[in-house]
Each structure stands twice: as C-alpha cells, then as structure tokens.
Nanobody, 122 residues
Framework: QVRLVESGGGLVQAGGSLRLSCVASGHYAMGWFRQAPGKEREFVSSISWAALNTMYADPVKGRFTISRDNDKNTAYLQMNGLKPEDTAVYYC???????????????????WGQGTQVTVSA
C-alpha cells in the first residue's frame, strides 16, 4: 500500500498563488484532481514518473504547473492566478505505469491522498 501525503492548501485571495505538494515513494505517474462541493471529482493535471510528459485540464492551462522531484519523492502543483472557481478539495493520486504515461481518468489511478482544501476568495 502506498501512502500519499498532501500539503500546501489554504485560503488565498483571487489572483494569488499556492503550491501543493504530494509525497509518494516509488515510480508512479502522479495526478491532481479536485472536488468542489456538490460536484464530481475532476481532473486537474498529470505528470509521468520520469517527468517526460504532462497534461492539464483546460480550465487551468497557463495558470497551473505540475512538476516533480523524484529525489524527494514529491510531486508539486504550482497554482498561479487563482480564481474563486478553483475552490475545492485537491487530491493527489498515483498510478503504477511506464515512464511516459499520463492520465486524466480517475479509475486509472491506484492510490489517493486524503485531500487538501484550497479556498479562493473573491
């Protein structure tokens, strides 16, 4: 069993920035998803375990950047230009896969973190 530990959520004003972190040891593709109240969990971004490929949901393209430091077993989600509609619980997820694979599908991920709250005020 792989344990994912997220951190970095909080309250920020619109236009501000936050960086989320997710610690997960091993060779996994990593993904970030978010779930707002009353809505389904949605894909945000994914990075392959060798960091060769990345993928973003359209609403966050140009504002969010996913990265990873495999020496630290940590994936990051840098969120700039935050908007009130970005308010959600953010989850990281890990998928056992090859060096280049990224995925936006929830059911392709094997492990999930506990979630961290991001609140963006207007």
């Amino acid at each position: 069993q792989v344990r994912l530990v997220e951190s970095g959520g909080g309250l920020v004003q619109a236009g501000g920035s936050l960086r989320l972190s997710c610690v997960a040891s091993g060779h996994y593709a990593m993904g970030w998803f978010r779930q707002a109240p009353g809505k389904e969990r949605e894909f945000v971004s994914s990075i392959s375990w060798a960091a060769l490929n990345t993928m973003y949901a359209d609403p966050v393209k140009g504002r969010f950047t996913i990265s990873r430091d495999n020496d630290k077993n940590t994936a990051y989600l840098q969120m700039n230009g935050l908007k009130p509609e970005d308010t959600a619980v953010y989850y990281c997820a890990a998928r056992r896969t090859g060096r280049t694979t990224v995925s936006r599908l929830r059911n392709e991920y094997d492990y999930w973190g506990q979630g961290t709250q991001v609140t963006v005020s207007a």
